[in-house]
């Protein structure tokens, strides 16, 4: 007892809390809804996975999920991948500028760009599903490629091609980034399959087909009609298997991105020409960003326009009506999105920084944990989150409504979205010399003064990337917005709903602003210093 109570410093206490937030709103939940599958009204029983063994509709939307889920991962390989070799250290004309931007995507919500293709073409049914799923998660594969091939030592690959000649250095280059690219397809192929939104907003009309993550949400809203306990207990019984299948996976990338550490490059490889292809290839970019940014706000411009009605042609008159009409019935939704986003964001940064610390110097299986809600599919959080707090006694011990309010909904995206800043700040302690913290040791400070003084500030600039990402995803979060009470009043979910209304005119203006938002505080640093644009890594 003497020896826990020595290590229960106040330099201690926001790990406590941290790790106490992870297991009210992440391990309690799931626990709480895994248990229930077995409770019935007469005790024990496995009723309700008995029915899912024998559902075959649970086994045609895996499948169905399993097919787009393959599909949207080579999308997102052949244009996140093939964008991060032709923009890293190649003479691709405005390479230096395009490479940056292959994260750009990540800021566009999965829906705008289903949005924007549904409404040039007849995007309904699996292909159009798939492309823009790829789309939508091509940067996790753009980002993790030009990751490795900047950690890639320049005379390793010089010396292959001098003994092996210019194809089998190319090849070896390959092998050496192989788990990040293979990685990047696993979180891309990961996010494909539980994605709700997009295939949701293709196939509404004359639905034939059901992605798993659809079919979750499905037997959610039918559970009130259900007659047997295994009705009741479906969407559980259901999505559990999902979280294995996931978790799994999750596993495997983060394994393959532990194996390919920073390597300490020495010199950076070297500009390789592209030759007679140096022009032609400029498509692969453009046409990446082309449909991960420039078709969605193109057509969101459209709409603003007026080109969503055929009343009367497209003007800058109908645009001020469209722009008044957001300012009425938008502007709120809207700026519920942004200080949701900025109260996760810093909420986020807060809980990850001695969580990553204590992953990163002590207790290894405390990153696999941190990770974990990345593996939950949006849906089955925020049904484990509903299900455990709507009608908590605790809650209604201290009083209020927090359920229904705002304090739930930051929770909840902080819950979703914390692996994402964990990871990043994980990976940057990891970068940090072992020798100065030995040093201080020797210092006469408190744990305190030395996690203030020499811990925090390396991560700085590491938590104010972690904090923009987290920030971008919030802004763009579709598919917990659906289950939480609060969230259902911020911009993304009320465009969803507003879209399938024939309310494309002040929608577009909202979502024109959504996109804003989400581009200039990634770019805020640069405009304000001056600096060149550099990669996310």
């Given at each position: 007892?003497?020896?826990?109570?020595?290590?229960?410093?106040?330099?201690?206490?926001?790990?406590?809390?941290?790790?106490?937030?992870?297991?009210?709103?992440?391990?309690?939940?799931?626990?709480?809804?895994?248990?229930?599958?077995?409770?019935?009204?007469?005790?024990?029983?496995?009723?309700?996975?008995?029915?899912?063994?024998?559902?075959?509709?649970?086994?045609?939307?895996?499948?169905?999920?399993?097919?787009?889920?393959?599909?949207?991962?080579?999308v997102s390989l052949l244009l996140g991948g093939l964008h991060a070799w032709v923009t890293t250290g190649r003479?691709?004309?405005?390479?230096?500028?395009?490479?940056?931007?292959?994260?750009?995507?990540?800021?566009?919500?999965?829906i705008f760009v289903a949005m924007g293709l549904a409404d040039v073409v007849d995007a309904a049914g699996f292909?159009?599903?798939?492309?823009?799923?790829?789309?939508?998660?091509?940067?996790?594969?753009?980002?993790?490629?030009?990751?490795?091939?900047?950690?890639?030592?320049?005379?390793?690959?010089?010396?292959?091609?001098?003994?092996?000649?210019?194809?089998?250095?190319?090849?070896?280059?390959?092998?050496?980034?192989?788990?990040?690219?293979?990685?990047?397809?696993?979180?891309?192929?990961?996010?494909?399959?539980?994605?709700?939104?997009?295939?949701?907003?293709?196939?509404?009309?004359?639905?034939?087909?059901?992605?798993?993550?659809?079919?979750?949400?499905?037997?959610?809203?039918?559970?009130?009609?259900?007659?047997?306990?295994?009705?009741?207990?479906?969407?559980?019984?259901?999505?559990?298997?999902?979280?294995?299948?996931?978790?799994?996976?999750?596993?495997?990338?983060?394994?393959?991105?532990?194996?390919?550490?920073?390597?300490?490059?020495?010199?950076?490889?070297?500009?390789?020409?592209?030759?007679?292809?140096?022009?032609?290839?400029?498509?692969?970019?453009?046409?990446?960003?082309?449909?991960?940014?420039?078709?969605?706000?193109?057509?969101?411009?459209?709409?603003?326009?007026?080109?969503?009605?055929?009343?009367?042609?497209?003007?800058?008159?109908?645009?001020?009506?469209?722009?008044?009409?957001?300012?009425?019935?938008?502007?709120?939704?809207?700026?519920?999105?942004?200080?949701?986003?900025?109260?996760?964001?810093?909420?986020?940064?807060?809980?990850?920084?001695?969580?990553?610390?204590?992953?990163?110097?002590?207790?290894?299986?405390?990153?696999?944990?941190?990770?974990?809600?990345?593996?939950?599919?949006?849906?089955?959080?925020?049904?484990?989150?509903?299900?455990?707090?709507?009608?908590?006694?605790?809650?209604?011990?201290?009083?209020?409504?927090?359920?229904?309010?705002?304090?739930?909904?930051?929770?909840?995206?902080?819950?979703?979205?914390?692996?994402?800043?964990?990871?990043?700040?994980?990976?940057?302690?990891?970068?940090?010399?072992l020798a100065a913290e030995e040093a201080g040791l020797l210092v006469q400070r408190s744990a305190t003064a030395?996690?203030?003084?020499?811990?925090?500030?390396?991560?700085?600039?590491?938590?104010?990337?972690?904090?923009?990402?987290?920030?971008?995803?919030?802004?763009?979060?579709?598919?917990?917005?659906?289950?939480?009470?609060?969230?259902?009043?911020?911009?993304?979910?009320?465009?969803?709903?507003?879209?399938?209304?024939?309310?494309?005119?002040?929608?577009?203006?909202?979502?024109?602003?959504?996109?804003?938002?989400?581009?200039?505080?990634?770019?805020?640093?640069?405009?304000?210093?001056?600096?060149?644009?550099?990669?996310?890594?």
């Amino acid at each position: 007892m003497k020896a826990l109570a020595r290590s229960l410093t106040p330099a201690s206490w926001p790990l406590l809390a941290a790790f106490a937030f992870l297991v009210a709103f992440v391990l309690l939940p799931l626990g709480s809804v895994l248990v229930g599958t077995f409770q019935g009204p007469d005790g024990f029983t496995l009723e309700a996975w008995t029915a899912l063994a024998a559902d075959r509709a649970a086994l045609r939307q895996m499948w169905a999920s399993l097919q787009v889920g393959l599909a949207a991962t080579a999308v997102s390989l052949l244009l996140g991948g093939l964008h991060a070799w032709v923009t890293t250290g190649r003479d691709l004309p405005g390479g230096g500028w395009l490479g940056p931007l292959g994260v750009a995507p990540l800021v566009v919500p999965p829906i705008f760009v289903a949005m924007g293709l549904a409404d040039v073409v007849d995007a309904a049914g699996f292909w159009p599903c798939a492309l823009l799923l790829g789309i939508a998660h091509a940067p996790f594969v753009a980002v993790l490629t030009a990751r490795g091939l900047r950690s890639v030592d320049g005379r390793a690959y010089e010396a292959a091609w001098l003994l092996r000649g210019r194809a089998r250095a190319e090849l070896w280059l390959v092998r050496a980034i192989a788990p990040e690219l293979l990685a990047g397809c696993l979180l891309a192929f990961l996010f494909a399959l539980a994605d709700y939104g997009v295939p949701e907003f293709l196939t509404v009309k004359g639905k034939t087909w059901l992605t798993y993550a659809e079919g979750l949400l499905a037997r959610w809203n039918r559970r009130t009609v259900g007659t047997t306990f295994a009705e009741l207990q479906s969407p559980i019984t259901a999505a559990l298997p999902f979280l294995v299948a996931l978790g799994c996976l999750l596993w495997l990338a983060l394994r393959l991105r532990g194996n390919a550490p920073d390597r300490g490059v020495a010199r950076p490889l070297p500009v390789r020409p592209l030759g007679a292809w140096r022009w032609p290839l400029l498509a692969v970019p453009l046409v990446y960003l082309g449909f991960g940014i420039g078709l969605p706000v193109f057509v969101l411009g459209r709409w603003v326009l007026g080109s969503a009605q055929r009343l009367e042609p497209m003007s800058l008159e109908f645009a001020q009506q469209s722009w008044a009409k957001a300012m009425d019935q938008g502007l709120t939704p809207l700026l519920n999105s942004v200080a949701l986003a900025i109260g996760t964001a810093v909420f986020v940064v807060l809980l990850a920084l001695p969580l990553a610390r204590g992953a990163a110097r002590r207790w290894p299986l405390l990153e696999l944990l941190c990770a974990l809600p990345a593996a939950i599919p949006a849906i089955l959080l925020g049904i484990a989150l509903v299900q455990s707090f709507h009608d908590s006694a605790l809650l209604r011990a201290f009083g209020g409504d927090f359920y229904a309010g705002w304090g739930f909904a930051v929770c909840g995206y902080a819950a979703r979205l914390l692996p994402f800043a964990a990871l990043t700040l994980s990976a940057q302690v990891r970068r940090q010399p072992l020798a100065a913290e030995e040093a201080g040791l020797l210092v006469q400070r408190s744990a305190t003064a030395r996690a203030l003084r020499l811990h925090l500030p390396p991560l700085l600039p590491a938590a104010w990337t972690a904090g923009v990402l987290v920030f971008v995803l919030a802004l763009r979060e579709l598919d917990l917005a659906v289950v939480l009470p609060a969230a259902n009043a911020t911009a993304v979910r009320r465009l969803s709903n507003s879209v399938h209304f024939q309310h494309e005119d002040w929608c577009g203006v909202i979502a024109l602003l959504v996109l804003g938002i989400a581009v200039l505080l990634p770019l805020l640093p640069s405009l304000l210093a001056g600096r060149r644009l550099q990669s996310l890594s």
